[in-house]
């Protein structure tokens, strides 16, 4: 199944923008019922949303709408102009750009405006509808009515507990279930085995000592740097033309060995060239890197509280972000090269829809948008934004910052891959800083996780393909009906608290306190229990100290403020610290009801703004 990704970008007058993001507004973040079911019903778009970018300068901004669906981006425009054919009118008026709506002329004119992205030079210079950008798929080869059925399928056997659980074997198991499919004629769909790229196992690791991108010279050189050839070229095809005008009696074979001598020369100049190229280009990266300054501008406490109000009302959620480009060519180039080199090194080393080793991303794509300094980013994940950018963070910062460090404000970075994202502080702030409120978004699929998408083409994948008594088993094991051995406790899932920490001080309290609205007698109080706090190095984990007793203390953000913090000083802060637990935004990602029906503290109505918790060796010491 081929997937399209659509980019469709449009310039307009800025002052018009406000009137634009209200129309693109009521279409819905998540979509209206009415958006969601003209998509749902045809079946093709996986993700699309629509949004106002701003632009270089004052005067224009662009609205984007991206997608990705099923087909081509032919007929996912189509199915789009059709699906949302008033809706998208609305906008389209309120930006003032005077094109009929009429489905199939909606349609016509959205391909006009779309873009191909790429890396290579008709990219760079945006010839024939191209852009510099990077297309990202985490579902290779899987189409929106595969999902669903997919997912249907893995609900219907997962409520067969009675075979599933039972105590036959698990290739007994396995046939018995598909005893039971062949039954219903719909579900015979099942039993035709379809590629699943995403299930495949990572490559096999790479000769040691092999140079890493020695293998991806000659694709570079063809697509990045085929314009630094033309010298030596010109210099072989005219020192071939003069080897035949000097020689104009000697034989065919003289000539040949001329020219022949020339390519030599010619590939050495072009090795000088390229070495003294790549060695200035270092050079000149090294002097940027060390002119970055690091921006420690906190995050505004607002925009990102709006931006949180959208998050983990699903499962998936949307990353949007513009970043604007540092000035100059030579980021231009870095960026490109970034793209084109993730493109061509992770199939190397990284399963089908991963990147590196990430495996949570549906869809996402990058985009330098054509005659602006706008870097945009969208990312269709699965899980809350803390949670993604962590794994940025963690696992794959070389990738990330290798891109974003060619835009401004990123965390100082080293020969454009090292350090940048490892800053995890900075980092956090910095994309909640880049993040772009988005006014419209579609998923096709929302409450399915990628890992689940995986899983529910493995059971597909096994009522198909398995044939041994080993392969049932792996396939049983999708629905968790192997039982885990009597005593076995699952570690990756507790905290690590429980495994050390202040092990050894077994009496324990927390205390939820409310300050007076007095930052006097706020003070006074903390400075009071001051003496009895203790930190981590003392009776810690593995500490060689043994202390009777641990006081630690913790305040919320309206607790900092029952001391005097002033507004700038709590600015300074997370917006996540700053917006609280029970922010909306904040209580989906947790996973917390929108009511606090039954809370007898921490809701709105009833806040915290100090914790305590003490531990002690004995009752009587806590008391």
Same mark, same amino acid.
């Given at each position: 199944?081929?997937? @399209?990704?659509?980019?469709v ?5 800025a ?18 019922? #009415?958006?969601?079911?003209t ?10 949303s629509? *949004?106002?970018? %701003?632009?270089?300068?004052? #005067? ?11 087909g ?21 008026? =309120? ?24 890396? !290579?030079?008709?990219? =760079? ?33 997962? &409520? ?5 659980? /039972?105590p ?38 790479? #000769? ?17 740097f ?7 070229? =010109?210099?072989?095809?005219?020192? !071939? ?11 065919w ?8 001598? /020339? ?6 100049i072009?090795?000088?060239? !390229? ?5 200035l280009?270092?050079r000149?990266?090294?002097?940027? #890197?060390?002119?970055?300054t690091?921006?420690d ?5 607002? +925009? ?7 998050? *983990? ?9 513009v970043?604007?480009? +540092? ?46 300094? +706008? ?7 699965? /899980?809350?934004?803390? *949670? ?27 020969n ?5 994202a ?8 910095? =994309?909640?800083?880049?993040?772009h %409120?988005?006014?419209?978004?579609y998923? &096709? ?16 994948q ?14 049983? @094991? ?30 324990? &309290? ?40 641990a ?5 919320? @953000?309206? !607790?900092?403020? +029952? ?19 029970? *922010? ?40």
């Amino acid at each position: 199944m081929a997937q @399209a990704f659509a980019t469709v970008a449009v310039p307009f007058a800025a002052a018009r923008a406000g009137a634009v993001e209200t129309a693109i507004a009521a279409m819905g973040n998540p979509a209206t019922e #009415e958006c969601r079911r003209t998509l749902d019903a045809d079946a093709r778009v996986h993700f699309m949303s629509l *949004s106002v970018v %701003p632009d270089t300068g004052p #005067e224009r901004a662009h609205l984007v709408l991206e997608l990705t669906a099923d087909g081509s981006v032919a007929d996912a425009l189509a199915a789009v102009a059709n699906a949302l054919n008033a809706p998208l009118g609305r906008v389209i008026a =309120a930006a003032g750009l005077g094109v009929a709506t009429e489905p199939a002329t909606l349609a016509a004119w959205l391909l006009r405006h779309n873009l191909t992205l790429g890396q !290579g030079w008709a990219a =760079a210079f945006g010839l024939g509808g191209q852009a510099v950008g990077l297309p990202f798929c985490g579902t290779p080869a899987m189409s929106v009515t595969r999902i669903r059925q997919e997912r249907a399928l893995a609900e219907r056997i997962g &409520a067969m507990d009675e075979i599933l659980f /039972g105590p036959a074997t698990p290739l007994e198991k396995l046939n018995a279930v598909r005893v039971r499919l062949r039954a219903d004629d719909a579900q015979r769909w099942a039993f035709v085995a379809e590629p699943a790229p995403f299930l495949d196992p990572a490559p096999l690791e790479r #000769e040691s000592g092999m140079p890493r991108f020695l293998p991806l010279l000659p694709g570079a050189l063809r697509t990045l740097f085929w314009p630094f050839l033309i010298v030596p070229l =010109a210099l072989w095809v005219l020192f !071939g033309w003069l080897a035949a005008l000097m020689l104009p009696g000697a034989g065919w074979l003289a000539v040949l060995a001329w020219i022949v001598i /020339g390519f030599v020369v010619a590939v050495a100049i072009s090795a000088a060239l !390229g070495a003294a190229a790549a060695a200035l280009a270092l050079r000149h990266l090294h002097r940027l #890197e060390a002119a970055d300054t690091a921006d420690d501008e906190t995050p505004d406490a607002a +925009k990102v509280a709006t931006i949180m109000a959208r998050e *983990s009302v699903h499962t998936q959620n949307l990353l949007a972000s513009v970043s604007t480009m +540092k000035p100059g060519l030579f980021r231009r180039m870095t960026l490109r090269a970034a793209f084109w080199l993730i493109v061509h090194e992770n199939p190397r080393v990284s399963r089908p829809g991963f990147l590196g080793t990430m495996g949570v991303i549906h869809f996402a794509r990058w985009v330098l948008l054509p005659g602006t300094d +706008k870097l945009c980013f969208w990312s269709n994940h699965t /899980g809350s934004w803390e *949670s993604y950018v962590e794994i940025f963070i963690q696992q794959e910062g070389e990738g990330v910052t290798s891109i974003w460090s060619n835009t401004r404000g990123f965390p100082r970075t080293h020969n454009l891959f090292g350090l940048g994202a490892q800053d995890g502080d900075r980092l956090r702030r910095w =994309a909640r800083r880049q993040q772009h %409120p988005v006014g419209f978004w579609y998923a &096709a699929y929302p409450d399915l996780t990628l890992e689940r998408i995986r899983r529910n083409a493995a059971i597909r994948q096994g009522i198909a393909a398995a044939v041994t008594d080993t392969d049932a088993a792996d396939w049983l @094991a999708c629905f968790g009906a192997q039982p885990r051995p009597a005593g076995t406790l699952e570690a990756e899932e507790i905290p690590t608290l429980l495994f050390g920490g202040r092990g050894h001080l077994a009496h324990c &309290a927390c205390l939820a306190l409310r300050l007076a609205d007095d930052p006097e007698r706020a003070r006074a109080w903390l400075r009071g229990i001051a003496p009895e706090i203790t930190y981590g190095h003392e009776g810690g984990f593995r500490s060689a100290v043994r202390l009777d007793r641990a006081l630690a203390v913790a305040f919320t @953000a309206g !607790g900092l403020r +029952k001391f005097g913090f002033a507004a700038t000083d709590l600015a300074t802060f997370a917006p996540a610290f700053q917006n609280g637990m029970t *922010s909306p935004g904040r209580a989906r990602a947790l996973g917390d009801p929108e009511t606090h029906e039954g809370w007898l503290w921490g809701h709105p109505a009833a806040p915290v703004d100090v914790f305590l918790v003490l531990y002690a060796a004995e009752a009587a010491v806590l008391d």
